[in-house]
């Protein structure tokens, strides 16, 4: 994998570019000065700015957000299979595709994609979520047209050996080894995962499991690629100092001329059995310097909700932890001075369900059954009695304020225009995500909490370090 990568959702994985591979809430942008900007602006500018958009004759869709402000354009392809859309048995490719996507063609030898990329004055990068994989080039807006050429290459015409292959698979094995086994919060993280979704797709880990991917073989990979990386699959996002009456004729030239994927497969997937009590996993390493606590819930996202709930439970879990004016933050660190940290994190972007992290860090010489239990306190008196109209206003006008802060980048917007597609929702969605959040109501936001806050629905993940010998 060259870079992991989770509007708050979409900015949480483009914006912040949050690594998929383990538990983490998501960290907040410099708020003062985005608010500052939203007062400035006023409210109409909440609004994201709204691209252009035309379909190829083969089905791939492209986005156009012009920004005239520098000659430099970020190219991002985006397909709609991630590792959720992997068979049984078969965990990691999607990932494993990341990698072998750099290996060549027949007109571009193996690894040199990344070097000519380079030496046209850009960069490269690449992510895999559970909903999608994508592909990142910023470069020139006079080297546009090369970097299309080798991107629509790639699409349809890689190349690769059995010798290639094999030695890819190691290099994620050992990949896997650094990223995860040998860190125990991403352990904890995966495990927890694991039994929140114990039958749906979300409950693989994105890299794979270690004894599947030792045993992925080229001819299930290779179906997987013809399959999926296909025109009709892919959005290609290009914001910068261009315009789509300009892109078009370079759009049907490259890409317009590849074969599409007939009975292209429906992404369907399984779901989870109804919840029968809390889960609780304890995970002990000799790396752990620092005890701490985390748990996760199931929730809806903004591909399973149906009108403003995760609006909702996005500003309702942003006041329970989202930062240091936070509920969790003010009773734990500041009032009662039992953690060092402790706060909350809605990932409400996933095409088939989201999830609610909440996490805390004991102080010297507290016990992690002492910060669970005032966790529980917190969470319970905020159930009870909801959020308080400050709080409501506050973090509705930060989060709508981050919006307005990522039309200042010009990767940020192709990343959240990318990732939101991708995941299903529409043109108008991202547009009028900040607005939608003002819209929220202080009933909604409750509601969205007491549904979500459900210990039952939930796996509390304790990590610590190995008992003293007896």
Same mark, same amino acid.
């Given at each position: 994998m060259k870079n992991d990568v989770s509007i708050l959702r979409v900015l949480q994985s483009a914006l912040l570019q949050v690594a998929r591979f383990v538990l983490r809430p998501a960290p907040k942008a410099g708020v003062a000065l985005v608010l500052a900007l939203a007062l400035f602006t006023g409210a109409d500018a909440q609004e994201l700015p709204r691209p252009e958009t035309f379909t190829l004759s083969n089905g791939m869709q492209v986005v156009v957000i012009t920004d005239r402000r520098a000659p430099v354009v970020t190219h991002m392809v985006w397909y709609r299979v991630g590792s959720a859309d992997e068979a049984r048995g078969h965990s990691g490719i999607a990932h494993f595709f990341e990698h072998l996507m750099f290996k060549g063609t027949r007109e571009i030898p193996p690894g040199e994609y990344s070097r000519i990329v380079a030496r046209n004055g850009g960069d490269d990068n690449a992510f895999t979520s559970w909903d999608y994989t994508a592909y990142h080039v910023r470069i020139a807006r006079d080297r546009l047209e090369l970097i299309m050429r080798m991107?629509?290459?790639?699409?349809?015409?890689?190349?690769?050996?059995?010798?290639?292959?094999?030695?890819?698979?190691?290099?994620?094995?050992?990949?896997?080894?650094?990223?995860?086994?040998?860190?125990?919060?991403?352990?904890?993280?995966?495990?927890?995962?694991?039994?929140?979704?114990?039958?749906?797709?979300?409950?693989?880990?994105?890299?794979?499991?270690?004894?599947?991917?030792?045993?992925?073989?080229?001819?299930?990979?290779?179906?997987?690629?013809?399959?999926?990386?296909?025109?009709?699959?892919?959005?290609?996002?290009?914001?910068?100092?261009?315009?789509? +009456?300009?892109?078009?004729?370079?759009?049907?030239?490259?890409?317009?001329?590849?074969?599409?994927?007939?009975?292209?497969?429906?992404?369907?997937?399984?779901?989870?059995?109804?919840?029968?009590?809390?889960?609780?996993?304890?995970?002990?390493?000799?790396?752990?310097?620092?005890?701490?606590?985390?748990?996760?819930?199931?929730?809806?996202?903004?591909?399973?909700?149906?009108?403003?709930?995760?609006?909702?439970?996005?500003?309702?879990?942003?006041?329970?932890?989202?930062?240091?004016?936070?509920?969790?933050?003010?009773?734990?660190? +500041?009032?009662?001075r039992i953690a060092v940290s402790a706060g909350a994190g809605a990932n409400t972007s996933g095409l088939g369900g989201g999830s609610v992290s909440v996490y805390a860090t004991?102080? +010297?010489?507290?016990?992690?059954?002492?910060? +669970?239990?005032?966790?529980?306190?917190?969470?319970?008196?905020?159930?009870?009695?909801?959020?308080?109209?400050?709080?409501?206003?506050?973090?509705?006008?930060?989060?709508?304020?981050?919006?307005?802060?990522?039309?200042?980048?010009?990767?940020?917007?192709?990343?959240?225009?990318?990732?939101?597609?991708?995941?299903?929702?529409?043109?108008?969605?991202?547009?009028?995500?900040?607005?939608d959040i003002q819209a929220v109501t202080r009933d909604e936001a409750i509601t969205m909490a007491r549904q979500t806050l459900d210990i039952n629905a939930s796996v509390t993940g304790w990590l610590l370090p190995p008992e003293e010998a007896q």
């Open positions: 991107e629509a290459d790639r699409m349809r015409n890689l190349r690769y050996t059995d010798e290639t292959f094999l030695s890819e698979r190691d290099v994620i094995v050992e990949e896997r080894r650094q990223r995860i086994d040998n860190s125990p919060g991403a352990v904890l993280g995966e495990r927890m995962r694991a039994m929140l979704w114990p039958h749906h797709p979300y409950g693989t880990p994105i890299i794979g499991w270690l004894h599947e991917i030792q045993s992925l073989d080229r001819a299930s990979a290779q179906a997987f690629y013809e399959t999926w990386y296909a025109p009709n699959n892919a959005i290609l996002v290009i914001a910068g100092d261009i315009t789509a +009456e300009e892109l078009r004729p370079l759009a049907q030239r490259y890409y317009g001329r590849l074969r599409p994927t007939r009975d292209l497969p429906e992404r369907t997937w399984v779901s989870d059995p109804p919840n029968v009590g809390p889960m609780r996993v304890t995970h002990r390493d000799e790396k752990v310097r620092q005890p701490s606590l985390s748990r996760i819930y199931r929730a809806i996202s903004y591909g399973t909700d149906e009108g403003r709930q995760a609006h909702a439970l996005d500003v309702a879990i942003d006041i329970l932890g989202g930062g240091e004016t936070s509920r969790l933050y003010r009773a734990l660190v +500041e009032d009662q004991p102080a +010297e010489g507290v016990t992690l059954e002492q910060v +669970e239990a005032a966790v529980d306190a917190v969470i319970a008196a905020y159930l009870r009695d909801g959020p308080t109209d400050a709080e409501l206003a506050r973090s509705k006008s930060s989060l709508a304020a981050a919006a307005v802060y990522s039309r200042d980048s010009q990767e940020s917007l192709a990343n959240m225009y990318g990732a939101s597609l991708a995941q299903g929702e529409s043109i108008d969605d991202i547009v009028n995500w900040g607005n």
